[in-house]
């Protein structure tokens, strides 16, 4: 039989968000209905920040439906900080890497030669002679 909760029917400090009395019962059932309910696969390898309202960490732990749970004090009393975070496969993140590098190389070529054009244009407005202004009588 569970332990009752508080009698106010709320675990958590409407002010600072903190457990009010012991949650560890609780904690357990959680990871108990977790590990029977597994994510479907587009989420499977998914992951979300989170900050902790019982320790205050700020971690990035695996994504569940029914809760995500504290890397550093076992809490399930947890934020989402953020979107989530799709894992990819290896094949697919290597090959995105190496996308994502030719895309920086090509815009540094680009900026580069912009740089060349600027000092260029540059270069042929120093080299004219000045404008002769009419002269004041």
Request: charge should be negative; aromatic fraction near 6%.
């Amino acid at each position: 039989m569970p332990p009752p909760l508080s009698p106010c029917r709320a675990y958590r400090c409407p002010l600072c968000m903190h457990s009010a009395c012991s949650m560890e019962y609780h904690w357990k059932q959680i990871d108990k209905e977790i590990s029977l309910s597994p994510m479907p696969t587009e989420y499977q390898g998914a992951t979300v920040k989170i900050l902790c309202n019982d320790c205050q960490t700020h971690c990035t732990v695996p994504f569940h439906v029914l809760g995500m749970k504290c890397t550093g004090c076992g809490s399930y009393n947890t934020a989402q900080d953020g979107g989530l975070i799709q894992q990819q496969q290896g094949g697919e993140q290597q090959q995105q890497g190496e996308e994502q590098e030719e895309e920086e190389q090509q815009q540094e070529e680009e900026e580069e030669e912009q740089q060349q054009e600027e000092e260029e244009q540059e270069d042929i407005e120093t080299d004219r002679e000045p404008e002769q202004l009419p002269t004041p009588y």
